[in-house]
């Protein structure tokens, strides 16, 4: 991909934060990499309203089953990850 050197205002005390953590040569790649999510994360702020306006808005009924699901799904890597014998996949 190419590149183009930009000029971004950035709170100092936040920018030498960083710096110090990922040193000055992955500064330029931590950066793009917090924009890309940022992207990520409005792209799917823009497909939450779209699919609300097209289904109506998440109940509460909903949330509660995907939370369920969720914490399933933490415990079956937790339970994977930490070599668990009693191995089994989430619930669909």
Aim: net charge negative; aromatic share 6%.
């Amino acid at each position: 991909m190419a590149t183009k050197k930009y000029t971004v205002t950035l709170p100092e005390e936040l920018a030498e934060e960083i710096r110090k953590e990922v040193g000055p040569g992955a500064f330029s790649a931590y950066v793009t990499r917090a924009i890309e999510r940022q992207r990520e994360h409005d792209r799917l702020g823009e497909l939450v309203e779209w699919l609300e306006e097209e289904h109506g808005p998440v109940t509460e009924e909903e949330m509660a089953v995907a939370e369920a699901e969720r914490r399933e799904i933490e415990r079956w890597f937790a339970e994977r990850e930490g070599g668990s014998a009693a191995r089994h996949r989430p619930a669909a």
